[in-house]
């Protein structure tokens, strides 16, 4: 891959890492919001999906950069790469479960962002919407994905990002 893509890559890995440490903070403070927190994690998977799909050499560093990168399209590549398999050894079932469940959720992480699916869910991290009767706030909103993130499945999906950016050169090298 050549040095520019290499360079954007490593560009936007590091501010999805940077963007993943805001979220797990906020996540855990009392009294904020958790558009807050979802809104930094939307934020840290698109760059992750754009930082990976740099080593795709037939879309072009502007559309990367421009475009809504789905981090939902990325996620087998990374839960299916030669690293991330030998954390589940033996325990093809369980691997089967992550790619599954993070399929899912990656989903609803990219449903967050007010520039995806606006007419279908309008509910966004960002700006507020009207449902049909009134208009709503993000930071009055119970996002459904909030529980899910709490669950087992939810939890499997947050390691699955850490991996995936503590692991970036290695992961991106298979």
């Known amino acids: ?3 520019e893509r290499n360079n954007w890559a490593d560009g936007f890995a590091r501010q999805s890492a940077s963007d993943f440490a805001v979220y797990q903070h906020l996540v855990i403070q009392p009294g904020i919001p958790a558009c807050h927190a979802l809104h930094f994690l939307q934020m840290a998977c698109e760059k ?19 475009t809504h990168v789905a981090f939902s399209k990325v996620v087998d590549q990374i839960v299916m790469s030669a690293d991330f398999r030998k954390r589940y050894a033996g325990k093809a079932a369980q691997l089967r479960e992550v790619l599954r469940s993070s399929r899912l959720l990656a989903r609803e992480i990219e449903k967050l962002a007010p520039a995806v699916d606006k007419e279908a869910t309008p509910a966004n991290t960002e700006y507020p919407w009207f449902d049909g009767r009134l208009v709503r706030a993000p930071c009055d909103y119970t996002f459904q994905v909030q529980a899910q993130l709490n669950m087992p499945d939810g939890r499997n999906f947050q ?4 991996t995936s950016i503590n692991d970036f050169a290695a992961i991106s090298g298979s």
């Not at 992750?48 to 421009?66: C, G, H, N, P, W």
């Not at 390691?159 to 850490?162: D, F, L």
Request: glycine share 0%.
């Open 1 to 3: 891959m050549p040095d």
């Open 48 to 66: 992750l999906a754009k930082a990976y799909r740099f080593r795709d050499v037939s879309m072009s560093i502007e559309d990367i950069q421009t």
């Open 159 to 162: 390691k699955v990002i850490s």
